[in-house]
T-cell receptor, first 112, second 110 residues
Framework: SQQGEEDPQALSIQEGENATMNCSYK?????LQWYRQNSGRGLVHLIL?????REKHSGRLRVTLDTSKKSSSLLITASRAADTASYFC????????????FGQGTRLTINP | AAGVIQSPRHLIKEKRETATLKCYPI?????VYWYQQGPGQDPQFLIS???????DKGSIPDRFSAQQFSDYHSELNMSSLELGDSALYFC?????????FGSGTRLTVV
């Protein structure tokens, strides 16, 4: 199975609610990133958390990283219809510029 | 600010034809990556180049080849196209750390 597996695969919530998506990985990492992708469009970088960080915030986004459990979570607070998209985690296994290994993604639907 | 430019945005080819995708990285970025994303799938790493030399190779079919030129742009060449090659192909560039993805080329093989 792949590095960076995501849970749940699909999530549907009401506007204004919080959305939490989880990601697990298998190997040691240098950092973990979260990306957003609108249907069939490009990958938009949301946030990067380094292996020595435990939590990071950016606007309505909160990312946590637990290297002992090899897992990360992305929380989107006060969700909006425009947050509807697929969200992927991606891990970078080495130092310096390295390929990214993506998880399968969570399809998030925000219902107005 | 300049982003990663990919061309073309859309491409339709018939089976067994050849396709060439181009990627223009952000100026001064020294590493280029190619990813393939099939319908409903996560992006899969294909190949990367650092300073015009291949630096890593993923699940890239033998029918595909790529190179990075002296101006740092990269081209992904795909021959004997198959229906299963229909996908979104992303290029990304980086310098030390930090990725920037292009908007992708959607290849449809009919």
């Amino acid at each position: 199975s792949q590095q960076g597996e995501e849970d749940p695969q699909a999530l549907s919530i009401q506007e204004g609610e919080n959305a939490t998506m989880n990601c697990s990985y298998k190997t040691s990492i240098n950092n973990l990133q979260w990306y957003r992708q609108n249907s069939g469009r490009g990958l938009v970088h949301l946030i990067l958390i380094r292996s020595n960080e435990r939590e990071k915030h950016s606007g309505r986004l909160r990312v946590t990283l637990d290297t002992s459990k090899k897992s990360s979570s992305l929380l989107i607070t006060a969700s909006r219809a425009a947050d509807t998209a697929s969200y992927f985690c991606a891990t970078d296994e080495g130092s310096g510029a390295q390929k990214l290994v993506f998880g399968q993604g969570t399809r998030l639907t925000i219902n107005p | 600010a300049a982003g990663v430019i990919q061309s073309p945005r859309h491409l339709i080819k018939e089976k067994r034809e050849t396709a060439t995708l181009k990627c223009y990285p952000i100026p001064r970025h020294d590493t280029v990556y190619w990813y393939q994303q099939g319908p409903g799938q996560d992006p899969q790493f294909l190949i990367s180049f650092y300073e015009k030399m291949q630096s890593d190779k993923g699940s890239i079919p033998d029918r595909f080849s790529a190179q990075q030129f002296s101006d740092y742009h990269s081209e992904l060449n795909m021959s004997s196209l198959e229906l299963g090659d229909s996908a979104l192909y992303f290029c990304a560039s980086s310098f030390v750390t930090g990725y920037t993805f292009g908007s992708g080329t959607r290849l449809t093989v009919v």
